[in-house]
Nanobody, 125 residues
Framework: QVQLVESGGGLVQAGGSLRLSCAAS????????MGWLRQAPGKEREFVAA????????YYADSVKGRFTISRDNAKNTVYLQMNSLKPEDTAVYRC??????????????????WGQGTQVTVSS
């Protein structure tokens, strides 16, 4: 059973940056793809980004492409989400997800089998 703990959320002004971290434990981190989803109040959960087990392939939602960067450090069992040029519409709880596959042949997932508790990101206008 994988355990995921997110950190790095907070309050930032529009145009600012934040970096989220997700520390994983409980299984071989480097074997599996990881990603981020977000959910704003009153809205459905939304895919944000995913990264293959080796870090060689990355996937982004159109809404964050060019502004967000997902990366991972397999030596530290940690996945990151660098968020730049933040907008008020990025406000949401961001949750780290762990998959049971190493990469995505048909494109990124809509969901992940395992989740962290989430970290709040609030972008003020």
């Amino acid at each position: 059973q994988v355990q995921l703990v997110e950190s790095g959320g907070g309050l930032v002004q529009a145009g600012g940056s934040l970096r989220l971290s997700c520390a994983a434990s409980g299984r071989t981190f480097s074997s599996y793809a990881m990603g981020w989803l977000r959910q704003a109040p009153g809205k459905e959960r939304e895919f944000v980004a995913a990264i293959s087990s080796s870090g060689g392939n990355t996937y982004y939602a159109d809404s964050v492409k060019g502004r967000f960067t997902i990366s991972r450090d397999n030596a530290k069992n940690t996945v990151y989400l660098q968020m730049n040029s933040l907008k008020p519409e990025d406000t949401a709880v961001y949750r780290c997800g762990a998959d049971i596959v190493s990469d995505y042949i048909g494109g990124p997932p809509a969901d992940f089998p395992s989740w962290g508790q989430g970290t709040q990101v609030t972008v003020s206008s």
